[in-house]
């Protein structure tokens, strides 16, 4: 997937997920609850930390990395 430069983090995440299909259930500005369970922490610096019950499961810089992942779970 090709990053698009002028979207911010959240934007980017936003755009992400309507690209693979995975339906957002609650947007929180930095927290993004998906419909699997999953919640993503957009961090300052653009990293995706992907938590599940409050814990973090692992971090991700790259998007479709994340989205396969959340696909796949």
Same mark, same amino acid.
């Given at each position: 997937?090709? *990053? $698009?430069?002028?979207?911010? @983090?959240?934007?980017?995440?936003?755009?992400?997920?309507?690209?693979?299909? !995975?339906?957002?259930? *609650?947007?929180?500005?930095?927290? $993004?609850?998906?419909? !699997?369970?999953? +919640?993503?922490? !957009? *961090? @300052?610096?653009?990293?995706?930390?992907?938590?599940?019950?409050? +814990?973090? !499961?692992? @971090?991700?810089?790259?998007?479709? *990395?994340?989205?396969?992942?959340?696909?796949?779970?």
């Amino acid at each position: 997937m090709t *990053e $698009i430069p002028h979207l911010t @983090p959240r934007e980017a995440l936003l755009h992400a997920l309507a690209v693979f299909e !995975i339906p957002v259930r *609650e947007d929180r500005g930095h927290l $993004i609850e998906v419909d !699997i369970d999953y +919640s993503i922490e !957009i *961090e @300052p610096n653009g990293l995706y930390k992907l938590r599940s019950d409050g +814990s973090v !499961i692992a @971090p991700f810089s790259d998007l479709e *990395e994340l989205c396969m992942f959340i696909r796949m779970g």
